[in-house]
Every structure is written in C-alpha cells, then in structure tokens.
C-alpha cells in the first residue's frame, strides 16, 4: 500500500494542511503519478469552501498534475514507468457508454472528477488515476507551466474544436485571466483575426502581446456597440454580470456566444436578435482525452506558452490567498 502526503482542508473554508492517507490496491486500469507540479483553479477555492454543497471532506483538491508515472495497472497500454504526464479535472470515464464510444469521454454518464466523488486529488505527492484520463507529454512541452492546459487550456481549446472555428473566423475574447489568455494565443494561432474584450485598460499591451490584434473596453457601451456585427464568435471567460444583449449585437448572423466561465446569476438576453440573426448561444467545460492530446501537441507546434506564478507546495494557503486576491497573472502552479 502506498502512503500519499497530501494538503488538505478539514472543514469547509478551512486552511489546507498536512494530510496523510493510503492508497488502495492498484486496480488493473489504475495508473500512480508522482506529482511534480499541480496549477490551482478556482474550482479548488469553491471546492474548499463546499460552495456548490458537494464538498466529501476531508478535501485534497489538485486537478492540473504533472508528473512522472511510478506504476501501473496490468492493463494500462498508452503510457509506461518513467513517462511524463498530466492529469486533468477528470480520473475516470467508464469507455462503454454512448458519450465514451462517441468520443466525447468528457460527457460520460459515470465520469468521475479528479477532486470528488470520494478521489483525493494532486495537491500531494502522488495520485492515482484511471486509464486514458492519464494524457503523455509531447516531448516538446516543458513540464513546470503545462498543469494548467489541463483545465484552463482545454476549456479553450474545445469550441475550436467542437464547433470548427475557421481560421478565417474574427472572434472575440470576452475577459483576460486565466482562460482568456490562452484564448488569445489559441486564436491567433488558429489563423483568426482576435479581439481581446477587457475592462482592465492595464491588460491592453499584455493583449497584444499575447496575440490579440485589436482591444476594445468591454464596460464602455459606445465601443461595444461601435463593434456591433463585428464578429464570428465570441468566447466569454467571464464570471460576472453584463449586458449580454449588448454583447450579443456584436456578432456577425450565424454568429456564436460561447459561455466558458461560470456565472453564479443568470443571463437576461432578449431572444428576438438570436432568431432574426441566426445567432446561437452555447457553453462547455473541458475535453475528451483526444482533445487534450491535439491540445498539448498544438501548445507544442506553436509555442503557446501559460502565463505562470510559482509557489512551493509548502505555501500552499498563501498561493490560495493569490488566486482570491485576483492579482495573480495568469495562473499559479505549485511545485514541489
């Protein structure tokens, strides 16, 4: 049996401290990852507080590993001992369902997330996932800033993906954090004229930097509207309350509104314009495993980079404290 030292919060909104627990017998499928350097999310601050009420404590969060592979199952196949990997905000699909069989793994009926569904997660030494939830890295790829492709960077990735975004495509990226960043190295990449949408005017030259083409302050309504019919899609990384109809008037016909940040209001929209416009509205949360791996390869070919602040593994509360703060630039990995 494998002893794992781990932080972990006892109660809800409680500090994370040294937790140490035993791991099972590894199961045929199961692979044991010795944790190198795991992102945080704010996911993990809303598990830690039982935000959504569904919080098993005692809580590890952690699900944006990096690692090497120290064992695996007699089944396992698609990576060895000695491999670098990454685990993301799932540990297992069940490979026999519809959504599984489909390749959409990511909507299985029996997927279980990484940080629940009684899993401990990376915030440790090691941890323990199944089958191909386990994804190699390209040899290209630097391990110590590649933890948050697993969930910022897929989230992003999937609508070019799913909804073949064409690289001819003037798209906009609604918020510049920890998702928007990367959306605009992968839009420009992709080949698509990029707009960043920010109402933090100190975000302008980084924008740029980061692939945008053109800025537009996204809390000032005469430029929203001065952009009206502007765009093929717009991707919103956002948290928060706006005008979506104002948002929405931006699009092209047959444009797309696409929700990658989880707002805890609803949306008001006034549905005329999307009928007379053709328009759609759509959302998504992370990726199938075969997605993750195109994502990592493309991270690779084209030298997206995640923008990272690092922190020991032992300051694990105060990098919390970071991420609340909302001063963190882009995204914070903790390494051992």
């Known amino acids: 049996m494998r002893i794992v030292n781990a932080f972990a919060a006892k109660e809800a909104g409680g ?12 199961q045929s499928n199961d692979i044991d990852i010795q944790v190198e350097h795991c992102g ?22 952690g699900h944006e590993a990096i690692g090497t592979v120290i064992e695996i199952g007699s089944e396992v196949t698609h990576v060895k001992i000695g491999d670098r990997v990454g685990l993301g905000g799932h540990s297992y699909y069940c490979m026999t369902c519809r959504q599984c069989l489909d390749g959409d793994h990511n909507l299985c009926e029996s997927r279980q997330s ?32 590649a933890g948050p492709l697993f969930c910022a960077g897929i989230t992003v990735f999937n609508p070019f993906v799913k909804f073949d975004i064409k690289p001819t495509a003037r798209i906009a990226v609604l918020g510049i954090g920890g998702l928007g960043h990367l959306a605009l ?13 920010t109402s933090s005017g100190s975000k302008n030259d980084e ?13 000032d309504p005469d430029a929203l509207a001065a952009a009206a019919g502007s765009f093929d899609v717009i991707l919103s ?25 989880v707002q805890a209001v609803p949306a008001e929209l006034q549905l005329m314009p999307l009928m007379f416009s053709q328009l759609s509205l759509s959302s998504s949360l992370v990726g199938s495993p075969h997605s993750i791996a195109d994502m990592l390869e493309f991270c690779a070919r084209h030298d997206i980079k995640v923008v990272t602040e690092h922190f020991p593994f032992d300051q694990i509360n105060e990098a919390l404290a970071h991420l609340e703060s909302g001063d963190a630039r882009y995204r914070i990995v903790l390494d051992q």
């Open 40 to 61: 945080l999310c704010h996911t993990d601050v809303s598990l830690r507080d039982n935000a959504w009420g569904i919080t098993e404590f005692p809580f590890v969060g």
């Open 114 to 145: 990484t940080v629940s569904a009684g899993r401990h997660g990376a915030f440790a030494d090691i941890v323990r996932a199944s089958g191909v939830s386990v994804i190699k890295l390209p040899d290209d790829l630097a391990s110590r800033d």
């Open 237 to 261: 990384t956002v948290d928060v309350a706006l005008d979506w109809n104002l948002i929405i008037a931006m699009l092209k016909p047959k444009g797309r509104l696409h929700f990658l940040g």
């Open 185 to 197: 190295q992968f839009g420009k990449a992709w080949g698509c004229h990029v707009t960043a949408l």
């Open 15 to 26: 500090a994370l401290a040294p937790f140490e627990y035993e791991l099972g017998p590894l």
């Open 207 to 219: 924008a740029i930097a980061l692939g945008a083409h053109a800025v537009i302050n996204s809390r």
